[in-house]
């Protein structure tokens, strides 16, 4: 009977007594863990919308500069067929000048070969 007494009283202080101060701190420890979680979740959140924020910037850089090389090319290009366009009317000019220095020459040469 004693034994069952005994069992008896040390049921009711684990039911009155430690399983309250076991939950109170089991909730107090979670209560903590759950700060931490939401701490470490908004520093997530924050480096992750920088990384965003600092790849916008890489690719708005890389867009500006796609850009500007295009216009680079596309005057380079102009450039390029108005020094062809040159090139070609000094070209033309001097077959001219030697189509003429040659009908001289000819001129000449049908002189000497009169005598």
């Known amino acids: 009977m004693r034994v069952l007494e005994n069992l008896k009283n040390m049921i009711h202080e684990t039911n009155e007594h430690t399983l309250p101060k076991c939950r109170e701190t089991m ?3 979670l209560n903590q863990v759950l700060q931490k979680l939401q701490a470490a979740t908004d520093s997530v959140c924050k480096l992750q919308q920088r990384e965003q924020e600092r790849k916008k910037m890489y690719n708005d850089h890389l867009i500006a500069s796609e850009n500007q090389h295009t216009i680079q090319w596309e005057e380079f290009m102009k ?4 020094k062809q366009a040159e090139v070609d009317e ?3 000019k001097a077959v001219e000048r030697l189509k003429e220095q040659y ?13």
């Open 79 to 82: 450039e390029q067929h108005n």
């Open 103 to 115: 009908a001289e020459m000819e001129k000449d040469l049908a002189k000497f070969s009169t005598f």
């Open 90 to 92: 000094e070209h033309r």
């Open 27 to 29: 909730q107090d420890n």
